[in-house]
């Protein structure tokens, strides 16, 4: 069966240091890949989604990049974080056809300090 | 475009009595639509989907949800919330010709009196 694996579950990081969030799938092969961000008490906002290995859509300027190494792996980065990236960081992965929809991690809580 | 509406920031039941979640969406042909669950501090779970066939859908934990066409509506119903079903809930619809992306609701929070 296909899971997916995110990780670290909380983060506390200071102001101006670099982020390195992971997301892997396991049980399928060339997933749609996605990150997603909630604010404190806010929707889903899409931030990247990858169709390929080495293919990145980003939908929202701002200084968090993506970048997909491997087939089944998804890595969200910043050089350097700034306040408003705290949040609640969820990927999620889904297949070529919407009907299964997608699935997510179980999010990694990120606080900048 | 496709777009989501939920209308109902918050909402508060009583445990034992039905629930009712609105979503309107936006596509001008039929859509893949969803319902997530969310609990505090954990990911996404997914209740139920429609994308063809009945129209009346069959969740876990006991939810259905209807597609009316005509209302663009896709609401969720359960007919006796247990305490346990307290979390956000989000709505989402999408369309394999757009790139298979799904566009989410700004969710409802769901809050059970005891």
């Known amino acids: 069966s296909q899971t997916i694996h995110q990780w670290p579950a909380t983060l506390v990081q200071p102001v101006g240091s670099p982020l390195s969030l992971e997301c892997t799938v396991e049980?399928?092969?060339?997933?749609?890949l996605y990150w997603y961000r909630q604010a404190a008490g806010r929707g889903l906002q899409l931030l990247f989604y990858s169709v390929g290995i080495g293919q990145i859509s980003s939908e929202v300027p701002q200084n968090l990049s993506a970048s997909r190494p491997q087939d089944r792996q998804f890595i969200l980065s910043s050089k350097k974080l700034l306040l408003s990236d705290s949040g609640f960081y969820l990927c999620?992965?889904?297949?070529?056809?919407?009907?299964?929809?997608?699935?997510f991690g179980s999010g990694t809580r990120l606080t900048v300090v | 475009a496709q777009s989501v509406t939920q209308p109902d920031i918050h909402i508060t039941v009583s445990e034992g009595a039905s629930l009712e979640l609105r979503c309107n969406y936006s596509y001008g042909a039929t859509p893949y639509l969803f319902w997530y669950v969310q609990s505090p501090g954990q990911g996404l779970q997914l209740l139920l989907k429609y994308f063809s066939g009945d129209t009346l859908v069959q969740g876990i934990k006991g939810f259905e949800a209807e597609f009316k066409r005509s209302q663009s509506s896709f609401n969720l119903r359960k007919p006796s919330v247990h305490w346990s079903d307290a979390a956000e809930y989000f709505c989402?619809?999408?369309?394999?010709?757009?790139?298979?992306?799904?566009?989410f609701g700004g969710g409802t929070r769901l809050m059970v009196k005891p």
């Open positions: 989402a619809v999408g369309n394999n010709n757009a790139g298979n992306m799904l566009t």
């Open positions: 049980g399928t092969s060339n997933p749609n």
């Open positions: 999620a992965w889904g297949q070529g056809r919407l009907n299964y929809g997608y699935t």
